[in-house]
């Protein structure tokens, strides 16, 4: 089966879905394979090694938050904030949890069961993190290493060395494809849009009405997303002393609504406010952003929004399986910029394009992002992270509009465009790959 839309738009916890949910769920695979294997009860004590980008940058993602809780049976699909967070403190306090939330408690003591080996680097991917459970008399008896490959998607090192989709189960897709040459002419044969050859596809997995309701809550959490951003005050957590600026911004905005009738650019400024108001909430903020300006400025419907979903999904699954969406791994150009050309490909097919069109605003958003590093400060998501995906946004927009007054053809293809991309992550420093060692990370001091 290709990617599904809903591998790539899954809720899951902030504020990374590679450094926060892939080890919250690769903490809960560990804890799986010790019951499946029946060792539960002969476990006392669990280590986690953080290894590359994790470790250099796992406490500004709230990493070790998220081992704890994968550890004690929470999953970023279902977690509920505050029930997270009430955990968390009591683990902290007993320095006691339950594996799977179920198992007798273990002693759990986070200044010795979780390492950060920032010397340390596993040569199949940077994101790397290894379980190890020891007996109560302190021997070792099983260790797990998993690699958290991007977009919440974690393999163990077995599905890594035989380079195993992280989607392998269900029936064989209708419309199977690996390249977006392979999307456009399996498209043309079929006469499909690119869309609804997507829902072709995630019909052989369930039924339409499943498909349809899951790609509204897709959308109905994003909304939520970008409300609850825009209602938040205050200063963000992590110690930058970064100060929220939805709320802000939405007040000003509302304020100049009499100037902004004449000024040609006023969708900019709720686009930004859009796009701030989720990074402030989760750091995903460029497709919300987007689909909720196709909403409020070209009279989207229902139909439209779930277009602009599957269309996204299907570039973002050529990027998936053809380069990489994380920034550990390809700097922040798999990330901000992946998104960008996602929505830029949505918004096009939103808005009636070709199927030529599409592809031609995916490969052109994502043509002016090659080589956009991954810098954060500090380590947070925060800067330049939440201004990032502003500006990811609005060139979203822009990238769409361009294609529309083509006629989809063009010089450098979408697969070109991808293979440049991988190409330029592999060949960046690692010190622009969401380690915070360069860039702006050390170039500006921390607030």
């Keep these: 089966m290709t990617v599904s839309v809903f591998d790539l738009f899954k809720p899951g916890v902030g504020p990374s879905s590679s450094h926060t949910m892939g080890p919250m769920v ?38 070790d938050r998220a081992v704890i809780l994968g550890l004690a049976g929470f999953e970023p699909a279902t977690l509920d904030p505050d029930e997270g967070e009430a955990a968390l403190t009591c683990i902290r306090g007993e320095q006691a949890l339950s594996l799977g939330g179920a198992a007798p408690a273990i002693a759990f003591d986070e200044a010795r069961d979780i390492l950060w080996l920032i010397h340390e680097r596993a040569p199949q991917h940077p994101n790397a993190l290894t379980f190890e459970a020891f007996d109560s008399e302190g021997a070792s008896f099983v260790a797990h290493t998993y690699f958290s490959v991007g977009g919440g998607f974690v393999r163990d090192e077995a599905e890594m060395a035989r380079n195993a989709p992280d989607n392998d189960t269900g029936p064989p897709a209708p419309h199977p494809f690996n390249s977006a040459a392979e999307l456009l002419a399996e498209a043309e044969r079929a006469g499909l849009s690119i869309a609804a050859l997507m829902l ?37 957590p992590g110690g930058l002393a970064v100060k929220r600026r939805a709320r802000q911004l939405r007040e000003t905005i509302i304020a100049r609504m009499e100037r902004q009738i004449a000024d040609p650019l006023a969708a900019m400024d709720w686009v930004n406010l859009w796009a701030l108001a989720v990074n402030e909430e989760n750091a995903a903020g460029v497709v919300p952003a987007v689909l909720r300006y196709h909403d409020r400025f070209c009279a989207g419907t229902a139909e439209t929004r779930r277009t602009f979903l599957l269309t996204a999904a299907a570039v973002g699954a050529l990027y998936k399986q053809n380069a990489s969406i994380s920034g550990a791994e390809v700097g922040c150009q798999g990330e901000v910029g992946v998104a960008c050309s996602m929505a830029a490909a949505g918004l096009a097919a939103a808005m009636g394009g070709s199927n030529a069109q599409i592809e031609n605003a995916a490969e052109i958003a994502m043509e002016h992002n090659l080589g956009l590093t991954c810098d954060p400060i500090g380590g947070l998501v925060q800067i330049p992270c939440i201004e990032r995906n502003a500006m990811g ?55």
């Excluded at 990238?399 to 450098?412: C, E, F, I, K, P």
């Design 26 to 63: 690769a903490a809960g695979r560990f804890v799986r394979a010790l019951g499946d294997a029946g060792l539960l009860a002969r476990t006392a004590r669990v280590e986690t090694r953080l290894m590359g980008s994790l470790a250099l940058t796992g406490r500004g993602h709230a990493t």
């Design 200 to 236: 072709a596809n995630e019909l052989a997995l369930r039924p339409e009405a499943a498909v349809l309701a899951g790609l509204d809550a897709i959308h109905e959490a994003m909304d939520a997303c970008i409300e609850r951003g825009m209602r938040q005050g205050g200063i963000l």
């Design 393 to 447: 946004a609005i060139k979203a927009i822009d990238a769409a509009r361009l294609a529309l007054l083509g006629d989809g053809q063009h010089s450098v293809s979408l697969d070109k465009v991808i293979a440049t991309m991988k190409r330029t992550g592999a060949d960046m420093s690692e010190i622009y790959k969401e380690t915070s060692l360069g860039g702006l990370a050390v170039n500006v001091v921390e607030c």
